[in-house]
């Protein structure tokens, strides 16, 4: 998790070529949870199988692989603000996809960017079709940067604590709104808020990072002022709490409430006045 995609450094001394650590980008992350990741059991198959999906916030790409895996999108876009994180999560679905193909570990490739593609152009299962890659939504989108909009559910899970104390309360609702213009008609927005403790706790832990230490002192919105904000502001329909994962060996910290916000479906008189026009 986290923002700012890491820099690097061509000198040769060890410590000089450990890459900058990005807010919230744990290596280690999923090492304090259980696989199969719990969290999964609290969704709804049919929101996933056979459509297109995009997870923000991939880190090293377990949990990516698993909601793939468990449940089939035809095509699934793991994306991280950290290089290095993103690097891991592809290592990970080259050997998912030689494990299926093994032409995948021959010619060195992984996932298709196409839908449900293989590596020898074969419609294969579960790993192809996915893909991971480096975007960071903590930061304006450019105008020349293309936008996709036909995503049918977009996931974001721990992730919009680091976001909000990357860019505030501006920065997080902006995230909203670009998750939002990604997604069709109808399509989910499948999220996993921090509590406010966490966020000191972050504070504290980052205090030699004085941007994060001073955004956190602008931050006004709290995490329960969410599901008001993508309603009222964004223009989402509804935002149900799914729950929390029912699993005592999960650590509390990592214990959380998941929701799902809904955009609006197009109506009849929505398509017969577009194709007017």
């Not at 992984?110 to 419609?123: F, H, I, K, Q, Y």
């Not at 990357?166 to 008609?185: I, S």
Request: aromatic share 10%; glycine share 10%; charged share 30%.
């Amino acid at each position: 998790k986290g923002a700012m995609a890491p820099g690097s450094s061509s000198s040769s001394s060890s410590s000089s070529k450990k890459r900058r650590r990005v807010p919230g980008g744990y290596e280690r992350y999923y090492g304090y949870r259980r696989s199969p990741d719990p969290r999964l059991a609290l969704l709804e198959g049919s929101w996933f199988r056979g459509n297109k999906v995009k997870d923000i916030g991939c880190n090293s790409g377990q949990l990516t692989l698993e909601l793939g895996r468990l449940f089939e999108p035809r095509f699934l876009v793991g994306v991280d603000a950290d290089r290095g994180l993103v690097r891991d999560a592809q290592r990970s679905l080259q050997r998912a996809s030689a494990a299926v193909d093994p032409a995948a570990e021959a010619d060195g490739s992984s996932g298709s960017r196409e839908e449900g593609v293989g590596v020898l152009g074969r419609r294969l299962p579960f790993p192809h079709g996915v893909w991971f890659e480096t975007d960071d939504y903590a930061r304006p989108r450019s105008d020349a940067e293309p936008e996709d909009h036909s995503f049918d559910v977009v996931c974001a899970f721990s992730v919009t604590k680091w976001i909000h104390l990357q860019a505030g309360d501006a920065g997080l609702r902006l995230f909203f709104r670009r998750v939002h213009a990604e997604l069709k008609p109808g399509g989910r927005f499948v999220f996993e808020p921090q509590d406010w403790k966490s966020y000191r706790r972050a504070k504290v832990k980052n205090s030699h990072d004085k941007d994060l230490t001073d955004t956190f002192r602008t931050i006004n919105l709290r995490p329960n002022d969410f599901s008001r904000i993508l309603v009222d502001e964004v223009g989402f329909t509804s935002v149900t709490d799914l729950g929390v994962p029912d699993d005592p060996s999960v650590p509390g910290g990592f214990r959380r409430h998941i929701y799902c916000a809904q955009k609006k479906q197009r109506t009849i008189e929505n398509v017969a006045g577009s194709s007017v026009m």
